[in-house]
């Protein structure tokens, strides 16, 4: 395949499609083509990274299997999709297996090119950012959606849930009774007292009138459902991703605004502390949340929104 052909096929991916002409050209000469049968594997879980991929024609189906050996399907692509950067941007092992479903032809840019490419050219390192956030919320919305329902298939009843949590509190104090060092019975977060706290009034003047940036610390299934409009989502398991995209060159002086507690979880004191932990001086907690908010009138935006 020619260079040309290349560069026309690159452009069939998002990510490629805002590029320069001669960055795109440069890109071609350096991609690999590659065939591969059907029902072949492309690599497996738990490979070191070779490169990225671009789906040019044919079928993929990305897939992890538990250790249980049930087997779970992430994604199915086709052309102009692409795979693989996780692990280069991470720099572990690859995170699934990738099979193809039909003869499929790749393009494929070899570990050393992309890495040089992300050096050379920062505009790609956020937009390959903003791919991995969206498959790591992807991964996040079936791993909550998968325990949601295993806790609906529950046989267990709640007085037998009681029994086994009150044993293990039990257990769990007299292991600390008699071990000096012992261990924490519940996670550590930041006290209420160590993060000052900001009424929805005077948050929605601060937002308005200094700018400053207000932070949602839910899942991102209940920030999808409602949220303060305008809110950065930044849920703890996304936190270094949404970190390096929104606050790696944050003034640390502005003020955040973080709300997100519930009755059982307080979302919102974690990722304040973290911030907090990380040099940012305004942060602050809203008191009261989203609920108090919304009920100010103020703004909010989500598939719940009127």
Not at 131 to 158: N, P, V
Not at 180 to 194: D, H, Q, R, T, Y
Not at 209 to 236: C, R, T
Request: charged share 25%; net charge negative.
């Amino acid at each position: 395949m020619t260079h040309n052909e290349n560069a026309e096929n690159l452009l069939k991916c998002p990510v490629f499609r805002d590029l320069p002409p001669d960055r795109l050209m440069e890109i071609a000469r350096c991609v690999e083509n590659r065939v591969v049968q059907a029902r072949s594997i492309i690599f497996r879980e738990g490979d070191s990274p070779d490169g990225y991929y671009i789906v040019n024609s044919g079928r993929v189906r990305i897939f992890v299997v538990h250790e249980s050996g049930v087997e779970r399907e992430l994604a199915n692509m086709g052309p102009g999709e692409s795979f693989g950067e996780v692990a280069l941007l991470t720099g572990e092992t690859r995170t699934a297996s990738v099979q193809a479903l039909s003869e499929t032809h790749l393009i494929v840019l070899l570990k050393d090119d992309f890495e040089r490419l992300l050096a050379s050219c920062p505009e790609l390192s956020r937009k390959f950012m903003k791919e991995m956030r969206g498959w790591l919320l992807k991964d996040q919305e079936i791993i909550e959606e998968e325990s949601d329902q295993a806790i609906k298939d529950s046989r267990l009843r709640w007085h037998d849930f009681l029994l086994v949590v009150g044993v293990s509190i039990l257990l769990a104090i007299s292991f600390n009774h008699s071990n000096p060092n012992g261990i924490p019975l519940f996670p550590a977060v930041a006290e209420k007292g160590s993060i000052p706290v900001i009424g929805p009034s005077a948050a929605m003047e601060a937002s308005r009138s200094s700018g400053a940036l207000i932070v949602d610390a839910m899942p991102s299934n209940f920030y999808q459902k409602l949220h303060i409009k305008g809110a950065v989502n930044m849920p703890m398991a996304l936190f270094d991703i949404v970190y390096l995209m929104n606050f790696s060159e944050e003034n640390k002086e502005r003020e955040i605004l973080v709300y997100g507690s519930t009755i059982s979880k307080p979302y919102d004191m974690e990722i304040a502390g973290k911030l907090q932990l990380l040099g940012y001086n305004g942060v602050k907690v809203i008191d009261g949340g989203l609920r108090a908010w919304e009920s100010m009138g103020y703004p909010v935006e989500g598939r719940t929104s009127k």
